[in-house]
């Protein structure tokens, strides 16, 4: 099948509340074209330097079209380029890396950037976000943080972002995925100025199914519509 018809077919059983996000790692200017034609609106890139080249060889008009995120680990020397680039930060995972974004959103001529917090919930030390492992009270140290994050006057908090741990049987991430959205709803009873906690990012080709059944309304597919990566 072609990559519209495996889009198509995957937004037709996913939720209509549920937002995909297509990730275009290594993904080539004439994929993701096609994808944008078959009606995507939102598209992840894991580096900057790959959004940067992506969005260069696209048409003005096909840029516009897409809401981009970044999924990617962000490290603090590429900020100044994401912040351009990127309506979405998926992966912010300390309060030090919320200040830094902050700090330079108005030289990118932004108002505001939106992000989400990576929460590393399986503890896996061979993945960036925040390990619940390392702290006592995990769901008291993420309040804190969020209150933190919501003093910052350039940054919108929307929601949560995990990868969950990567099991070959989907069922297994369950588990994780259900403690991810027990955290998301407590922060989302938090009023707060600049905290709207509007997406729970979990969920990808092998696993996304699991994460919308446990809450998740923001999945991030890639294989399953480009095909395997060459």
């Known amino acids: 099948m072609s990559i519209k018809e495996n889009y198509q077919n995957i937004r037709s059983e996913v939720p209509s509340h549920v937002k ?15 994808l944008v034609e078959a009606g995507i609106t939102d598209i992840g890139e894991n580096y900057v330097q790959e959004a940067e080249d992506m969005i260069k060889s696209l048409h ?29 930060i998926q992966t912010v995972d300390s309060l030090k890396l919320a200040e830094d974004i902050d700090k330079r959103v108005k030289k990118a ?8 917090l ?18 006592e009270d995990f769901e008291g140290f993420m309040e804190k943080l969020v209150i933190d994050i919501s003093k910052l006057s350039h ?7 995990t990868m969950g741990p990567r099991f070959d049987d989907p069922e297994k991430p369950r588990l994780f ?35 919308i059944e446990e809450g998740a309304n923001l999945v ?7 095909g395997p990566r060459d």
Do not use: C
Request: aromatic share 8%.
């Open 20 to 34: 995909i996000v297509v990730a275009a790692k290594t993904r080539t200017t004439e994929e993701v074209e096609e």
């Open 60 to 88: 003005p008009t096909t840029v516009k079209k897409v809401n981009w995120h970044m999924i990617g680990h962000l490290q603090k020397n590429k900020i100044n380029k994401a912040l351009p680039i990127f309506d979405v």
């Open 109 to 116: 001529g932004k108002d505001f950037v939106s992000i989400l």
């Open 118 to 135: 990576e929460i590393n919930i399986g503890s896996e030390f061979t993945k960036n976000g925040i390990q619940p492992a390392e702290y």
């Open 155 to 161: 940054i919108h908090l929307e929601g949560l972002m």
């Open 177 to 211: 995925f259900r403690r991810t959205k027990n955290i998301f709803d407590s922060l989302s009873k938090l009023n707060l100025e600049r905290v709207n906690m509007k997406y729970l990012s979990m969920g990808m080709t092998n696993s996304y199914k699991v994460a």
């Open 220 to 226: 991030r597919i890639g294989t399953a519509i480009f």
